[in-house]
């Protein structure tokens, strides 16, 4: 029998509608319901892609007899963080606050007034390494809740004022200057090891919003050591198992299992990681002419179209890390765990068998060597993740490219991951500027109309005919909960890189429309940003972060869509807003850089203007080209005939003697007119080892294209 979660739009809460716990989804009448009985509310928190979250819901809320202690003693709230990222953000900062750590599953105990008493993320079934069972859990709360409620109301109190006083204003700092960009550079030094090419630790997570800091940096003051830098965390994050080696995009993250073991992803796939990839590889491209960069972010943007792409345009939320494990085919590993269950990475890894099947002898050993596939696996059960970082350098490449294509149709026989169709508005448009100029730069129109037709979607269902916003939509149909900073910034932002590529103006007034919703409703006195608009729905706290999670924070993306829409139109008011929202990244980035990285890209725009580029003359011409190429910080541009009303920046700026003319302008100053796209090229900062022109196919790349 479904319960309450039955009519839920949220992939993630459907995969719980027929559990036998009562959920309720978050909404007014569970807490109302919890008054009424004088029970806790216990709320859990995942996304459906999480693999822990699988496990829990399967150790502990399909289990009748725990799920009937929970509706005894509860009422049951179950969210999906990537719909209340505000929920989620509220309680994540208890979470952490009270335990020094956090992750999903998040589980949290709290009054009928929301105010959290007692937190955890996964707990087991049974007691293993320290931690209590779930039970256990679930009986001490009720004891607690029972037995000791002074005790209860106060601890809960407390954390909520803490919680309550936890506020910032650092609008009064001023933007970030020379002093503080420098500073971060250092810091991020202090933890990069350029052997290896990663930061520190033995988990390692993309790293796209610092690379775009370091392009930026050194496209400003050529520094070479920023651009090193970005060299090696690109060319490590290609290598590694973090990139999928057959299939193009990223995994969630890496991390090392055993002291001096390889790397292995959690293999979950999002599409606000390669929705950043894409474009940072592009951008190291730009930068360099690497061919490496090149096909990264060309079989990055085609795996999110290939498998992300929903049949209404969009981009669905992520891919499971987990998938049913192929006992008859491709996907069948030696004494792998679980065999025909959903096991973690079973789509992605190979034995040496599985290699000899598809490839033969030959080419199989090739490819065990070039993805170091062993005998003994550098995974589970006998089958190896694949890596190419310590690839022979003087290998063929289209020997390579090859046996990826027949292992990539052979893979796509296997059982595949599960996929969140949900799409979500900030991640979209992440993927709209990304596309946008990968296909841009490449000479890939087909990239372009994709981006095209997510921004349509967003307008037409996300915006509809109201006036705000929507989070999330599903087969077409907008979701119940409104849209937060971070949507309203990364969609502006997308609308902004998709102006300058396509030449059409309505992209530059939507994202006006969104950003002066953003001066309206998300911004406090004196300038500081809110990550939940002024009439949305109060939580025991309004949340308030401006450091990066695994997507730009929204304090940041709307600073920059703010920064990049005041230079397309001279508004003063967006400017400031920009200015005054960069006074968090003056703070906190010498002190943290690689948590506020987008932060850090976004006042090097300022610092280097950004550069207003007008191109008068056609759009996709030599001229408008060579502009989209430019490694400007943050430059904006603007192309199409002279005179039109789409775009201020080509007002009163004519072509010269009847040839495409481009005009450069910065803090008030504007250079001569040029009809040269070489000279244009000089004051865009595109360098001698910059690429003057794309050289790519014109259609998709890559075998085994899935249409949704």
């Given at each position: 029998?479904?319960?309450?979660?039955?009519?839920?739009?949220?992939?993630?809460?459907?995969?719980?509608?027929?559990?036998?716990?009562?959920?309720?989804?978050?909404?007014?009448?569970?807490?109302?319901?919890?008054?009424?009985?004088?029970?806790?509310?216990?709320?859990s928190v995942g996304y459906s892609s999480c693999h822990w979250c699988h496990v829990l819901a399967h150790e502990s809320f399909e289990d009748e007899e725990t799920a009937a202690f929970m509706n005894a003693h509860f009422v049951s709230v179950k969210v999906d963080r990537e719909e209340r990222p505000d929920v989620d953000a509220v309680y994540m900062e208890a979470l952490q606050a009270a335990t020094g750590q956090g992750g999903w599953p998040m589980s949290v105990f709290m009054t009928s007034e929301g105010r959290p008493f007692y937190f955890g993320t996964y707990?087991?079934?049974?007691?293993?390494?320290?931690?209590?069972?779930?039970?256990?859990?679930?009986?001490?709360?009720?004891?607690?809740?029972?037995?000791?409620?002074?005790?209860?109301?106060?601890?809960?109190?407390?954390?909520?004022?803490?919680?309550?006083?936890?506020?910032?204003?650092?609008?009064?700092?001023?933007?970030?200057?020379?002093?503080?960009?420098?500073?971060?550079?250092?810091?991020?030094?202090?933890?990069?090891?350029?052997?290896?090419?990663?930061?520190?630790?033995?988990?390692?997570?993309?790293?796209?919003?610092?690379?775009?800091?370091?392009?930026?940096?050194?496209?400003?003051?050529?520094?070479?050591?920023?651009?090193?830098?970005?060299?090696?965390?690109?060319?490590?994050?290609?290598?590694?198992?973090?990139?999928?080696?057959?299939?193009?995009?990223?995994?969630?993250?890496?991390?090392?299992?055993?002291?001096?073991?390889?790397?292995?992803?959690?293999?979950?796939?999002?599409?606000?990681?390669?929705?950043?990839?894409?474009?940072?590889?592009?951008?190291?491209?730009?930068?360099?002419?690497?061919?490496?960069?090149?096909?990264?972010?060309?079989?990055?943007?085609?795996?999110?179209?290939?498998?992300?792409?929903?049949?209404?345009?969009?981009?669905?939320?992520?891919?499971?890390?987990?998938?049913?494990?192929?006992?008859?085919?491709?996907?069948?590993?030696?004494?792998?765990?679980?065999?025909?269950?959903?096991?973690?990475?079973?789509?992605?890894?190979?034995?040496?068998?599985?290699?000899?099947?598809?490839?033969?002898?030959?080419?199989?050993?090739?490819?065990?060597?070039?993805?170091?596939?062993?005998?003994?696996?550098?995974?589970?059960?006998?089958?190896?993740?694949?890596?190419?970082?310590?690839?022979?350098?003087?290998?063929?490449?289209?020997?390579?490219?090859?046996?990826?294509?027949?292992?990539?149709?052979?893979?796509?026989?296997?059982?595949?991951?599960?996929?969140?169709?949900?799409?979500?508005?900030?991640?979209?448009?992440?993927?709209?500027?990304?596309?946008?100029?990968?296909?841009?730069?490449?000479?890939?129109?087909?990239?372009?109309?994709?981006?095209?037709?997510?921004?349509?979607?967003?307008?037409?269902?996300?915006?509809?005919?109201?006036?705000?916003?929507?989070?999330?939509?599903?087969?077409?149909?907008?979701?119940?909960?409104?849209?937060?900073?971070?949507?309203?910034?990364?969609?502006?932002?997308?609308?902004?890189?998709?102006?300058?590529?396509?030449?059409?103006?309505?992209?530059?007034?939507?994202?006006?429309f969104l950003l002066d919703i953003v001066l309206q409703h998300f911004t406090g006195e004196g300038g500081q940003l809110y990550d939940t608009a002024d009439d949305a729905e109060q939580l025991i706290r309004r949340p308030q972060d401006p450091t990066d999670n695994a997507a730009p924070a929204g304090w940041t993306a709307a600073a920059g869509a703010l920064l990049s829409y005041a230079a397309h139109t001279g508004s003063q008011a967006h400017r400031a807003a920009a200015e005054g929202a960069l006074g968090v990244v003056k703070t906190l980035g010498p002190r943290?850089?690689?948590?506020?990285?987008?932060?850090?890209?976004?006042?090097?725009?300022?610092?280097?203007?950004?550069?207003?580029?007008?191109?008068?003359?056609?759009?996709?011409?030599?001229?408008?080209?060579?502009?989209?190429?430019?490694?400007?910080?943050?430059?904006?541009?603007?192309?199409?005939?002279?005179?039109?009303?789409?775009?201020?920046?080509?007002?009163?700026?004519?072509?010269?003697?009847?040839?495409?003319?481009?005009?450069?302008?910065?803090?008030?100053?504007?250079?001569?007119?040029?009809?040269?796209?070489?000279?244009?090229?000089?004051?865009?900062?595109?360098?001698?080892?910059?690429?003057?022109?794309?050289?790519?196919?014109?259609?998709?790349?890559?075998?085994?294209?899935?249409?949704?």
């Open positions: 029998m479904a319960n309450r979660l039955a009519h839920a739009t949220s992939p993630y809460l459907l995969q719980h509608a027929d559990n036998p716990v009562d959920w309720w989804p978050w909404e007014p009448a569970a807490f109302e319901e919890a008054r009424r009985r004088g029970v806790p509310v216990f709320l707990f087991p079934p049974e007691p293993r390494h320290g931690m209590p069972s779930f039970k256990q859990v679930l009986e001490g709360v009720r004891a607690a809740w029972a037995e000791r409620p002074d005790e209860v109301t106060e601890v809960a109190g407390r954390i909520a004022r803490d919680l309550a006083g936890r506020q910032m204003d650092l609008t009064q700092a001023g933007p970030p200057g020379e002093a503080e960009l420098a500073r971060a550079l250092l810091e991020l030094t202090r933890t990069y090891d350029p052997e290896t090419g990663w930061f520190g630790g033995d988990t390692k997570f993309p790293a796209g919003m610092v690379v775009e800091f370091l392009l930026r940096h050194h496209a400003r003051t050529e520094s070479q050591g920023a651009l090193d830098m970005a060299v090696g965390l690109c060319r490590a994050m290609a290598g590694s198992s973090l990139f999928d080696q057959v299939g193009g995009g990223f995994h969630r993250y890496v991390l090392r299992q055993r002291p001096g073991g390889p790397l292995v992803p959690h293999f979950e796939k999002m599409l606000y990681d390669n929705a950043q990839l894409c474009r940072v590889y592009t951008h190291l491209w730009r930068a360099t002419g690497s061919a490496e960069a090149r096909r990264v972010a060309l079989e990055t943007a085609d795996f999110m179209v290939r498998e992300l792409r929903t049949a209404e345009g969009g981009f669905a939320s992520a891919l499971d890390a987990d998938s049913v494990e192929d006992t008859n085919g491709a996907g069948k590993a030696e004494n792998a765990v679980g065999a025909g269950r959903h096991v973690e990475g079973a789509y992605y890894v190979w034995t040496p068998e599985q290699l000899r099947d598809v490839l033969g002898e030959q080419d199989a050993a090739f490819a065990a060597a070039y993805f170091d596939v062993t005998e003994e696996g550098t995974f589970e059960g006998g089958a190896s993740v694949l890596r190419s970082a310590g690839a022979q350098p003087d290998a063929d490449g289209e020997r390579v490219a090859d046996v990826r294509a027949r292992l990539l149709a052979a893979r796509e026989e296997r059982p595949c991951p599960g996929r969140d169709d949900k799409v979500v508005a900030a991640w979209n448009g992440l993927a709209i500027a990304a596309l946008a100029e990968t296909g841009a730069c490449f000479d890939r129109p087909d990239l372009v109309e994709r981006a095209t037709e997510a921004a349509d979607l967003l307008v037409r269902v996300h915006m509809g005919g109201t006036a705000r916003l929507a989070r999330t939509s599903k087969d077409g149909r907008a979701g119940e909960h409104a849209g937060v900073l971070e949507d309203y910034g990364d969609v502006a932002e997308g609308f902004l890189a998709l102006a300058a590529v396509t030449g059409e103006g309505v992209w530059l007034e939507f994202a006006g943290v850089p690689r948590f506020i990285g987008w932060g850090l890209a976004v006042a090097e725009a300022l610092l280097d203007g950004p550069r207003e580029v007008a191109v008068a003359g056609p759009v996709g011409g030599e001229l408008h080209r060579t502009a989209l190429l430019g490694r400007a910080p943050g430059a904006v541009v603007a192309a199409g005939e002279t005179g039109g009303a789409e775009f201020p920046l080509l007002a009163d700026r004519p072509m010269v003697g009847g040839a495409p003319t481009a005009y450069v302008c910065r803090h008030f100053v504007c250079d001569a007119p040029t009809t040269d796209p070489e000279e244009l090229a000089r004051r865009l900062g595109s360098g001698p080892s910059a690429p003057s022109a794309p050289s790519a196919p014109s259609g998709p790349s890559g075998p085994g294209r899935r249409s949704s």
